[in-house]
């Protein structure tokens, strides 16, 4: 990479012809002359003293490096939040940022005779392409994700596609600020690339840092994606014409400024235009009645309908996880089975929104009712939000129920033996990275020490007929825990929009009709029926429950292996 600058004996003299013509080296770059602006130190005059400018490239990197990072968590975050949360996805991006890294690292050696010139062009390109990209995917996204045909997969291939030209720009980088910096000033080789990768490891750090801390929080993806182009864009355009503007021909100078200019211009246009943006790909999305758009520490959390007679629709990270349509057949389905023996006391894992433990309540015999929910921002809506309040029957603010703000398998680890009898799984699904671990055999051997003798647990498993393997898979994890299990199958799903791990509504073809959950107990096999001293469901009877469990018994994969913490075994 810095062939022709081989470090030289101290004291020797030698000369390199560098774009300017010959250099001296040697007593000259160290001596009076080095301590000013354009010395004879410099391959190309300075307006500063070689060690500021030194400085001043050392500080470019950590901003470039900063905001490198930023856009590969930004592609990161992009495939998590459009097109649902995937280990092999995000595996994929990360791959494919860095083997274009590699192939634009050898790319750049052809532009080291015009190291100045090619560095701005970079960062300009990079600053457009980075700070553009989430707006782009997210436009593909809401507005042709759910076309179908050639377009079923042109959100996930134009990720790829930034991944691939964001990866070759950063990769550039280094071999063009290796080269500036030794025009500045001969060093060796490792001490050159020791002080810019400190400079880029820190640079790291930080913008690894101000993502999820600062950028996501405070100005979400899109503003911050385009904010953090527009730094890139100017700290890359003031380290070129304003240190080695006597590098550039007037003419090119001309171009770059114009560029910065126009890439500037752009990304500030973007970025008053954002929340317009937002709304309109919003409305693509969930239709034109969103009424609740809120992020949260946790997710971004949606409500649409509930007012006027239409249904409500609760959507988390895009995701729907409440539908008002049908709303009440699974939830009834889900707790009910459970509530037949002892039901004193009732853990329900999830349930945020409040449905799960309105069932719950149905039933007199309940003395308490503990809810341990992740998000409180979903919790404060289910208490504040007068469609969803009035749907959940106001179930959180009753007396028996006391909810807590955990992660559930934390809450797991130290929660009392022999509390409960039964435990209601409200979880979202295992194919969701994040939810993985609360399908384990590890986790479910927790929920089994909190349950009374003669307690049950009911898990909510996703959809049978068209994720079996998942199904059947947490029924193997349930009877690896020491569980004894009966599985049973809902139909009356209403379709439009994907279940499971997925994002955005749901072509018909591979539409979810169908809900799965798995009754398990700890001493003896459970057979799902309802209460006779209990209330009457609406959408449930013994004779339906008994038909659901040989419907779901047709479905059954032999021979799977339970999913583990170290070994999770969902598909995405």
């Not at 950028?215 to 355009?237: E, R």
């Not at 609406?538 to 429950?545: E, I, P, Q, V, Y």
């Not at 040989?550 to 999913?563: F, I, K, N």
Request: with cysteine; proline share 6%.
């Amino acid at each position: 990479m810095i062939d022709r600058q081989a470090p030289v004996p101290p004291g020797s003299t030698q000369t390199w012809d560098g774009p300017d013509g010959p250099r001296a080296d040697g007593p000259l770059a160290d001596g009076p002359l080095a301590d000013g602006p354009g010395d004879a130190g410099s391959v190309v005059p300075l307006p500063v003293r070689q060690g500021t400018g030194r400085w001043l490239v050392l500080a470019g990197v950590f901003v470039c490096a900063a905001c490198g990072l930023v856009y590969e968590l930004e592609l990161v975050a992009l495939a998590t939040y459009l097109m649902g949360d995937s280990i092999a996805q995000t595996s994929v991006v990360l791959s494919v940022m860095v083997f274009a890294m590699g192939i634009g690292s050898l790319a750049a050696k052809r532009l080291r005779r015009h190291a100045a010139a090619g560095f701005g062009a970079i960062e300009a390109a990079l600053a457009l392409v980075g700070g553009g990209s989430v707006m782009a995917l997210y436009a593909v996204f809401a507005w042709t994700g759910d076309w179908g045909g050639m377009w079923a997969d042109g959100p996930r291939c134009l990720l790829v596609a930034f991944s691939l030209a964001t990866g070759l720009l950063i990769g550039a980088e280094v071999p063009l600020l290796m080269e500036l910096i030794q025009r500045i000033r001969r060093q060796d080789a490792g001490g050159a690339v020791a002080d810019l990768s400190a400079a880029d490891y820190v640079g790291a750090l930080v913008g690894g840092l101000a993502f999820p801390f600062l950028l996501l929080p405070v100005l979400g993806q899109l503003t911050g994606a385009l904010i953090t182009g527009a730094v890139n864009a100017v700290v890359g355009g003031a380290l070129v014409l304003g240190l080695f503007r006597h590098d550039l021909s007037r003419r090119a100078r001309r171009l770059l400024l114009t560029a910065n200019i126009c890439v500037l211009t752009l990304l500030a246009s973007a970025a008053v235009l954002v929340d317009d943006f937002e709304r309109a790909a919003r409305q693509a999305l969930y239709g034109a009645d969103v009424r609740v758009a809120v992020h949260t520490d946790v997710q971004e959390v949606l409500l649409t309908g509930g007012r006027d007679g239409r249904p409500l629709n609760l959507f988390l990270d895009g995701r729907l996880r409440v539908s008002g349509r049908d709303e009440l057949r699974y939830h009834e389905a889900l707790v009910h089975p459970a509530m037949t023996g002892r039901h004193a006391r009732v853990l329900v894992l999830g349930g945020g929104d409040g449905l799960a433990a309105r069932e719950v309540l149905r039933h007199p015999g309940v003395r308490r009712a503990d809810v341990v929910a992740l998000d409180p921002g979903v919790v404060r809506l289910a208490r504040t939000d007068p469609a969803l309040s009035r749907l959940n029957a106001h179930s959180l603010d009753d007396p028996r129920v006391h909810v807590v703000t955990a992660d559930a398998f934390d809450w797991l680890r130290t929660a009392p033996t022999a509390a409960y009898d039964v435990v209601v799984s409200d979880l979202p699904h295992p194919g969701i990275t994040a939810s993985t671990k609360l399908y384990a055999q590890e986790f479910y051997g927790l929920a089994r020490q909190v349950l009374a003798p003669g307690g049950r647990l009911v898990v909510h498993g996703g959809a049978v007929e068209s994720r079996p393997r998942d199904f059947w898979t947490l029924d193997a994890t349930l009877r690896a825990a020491g569980l004894r299990t009966t599985a049973y199958r809902v139909r009356g799903r209403q379709a439009g929009y994907a279940a499971g791990p997925d994002r955005g509504p749901a072509d018909g073809a591979r539409a979810h009709r169908d809900w799965g959950f798995v009754l398990a107990a700890d001493r003896h096999t459970p057979r799902p029926r309802l209460d006779p001293a209990g209330p009457r469901p609406r959408t449930l009877t013994d004779a339906s429950l008994a038909a659901d469990v040989r419907a779901a018994e047709r479905t059954r994969v032999a021979g799977l292996p339970p999913s583990t913490l170290v070994h999770p075994r969902y598909s995405d």
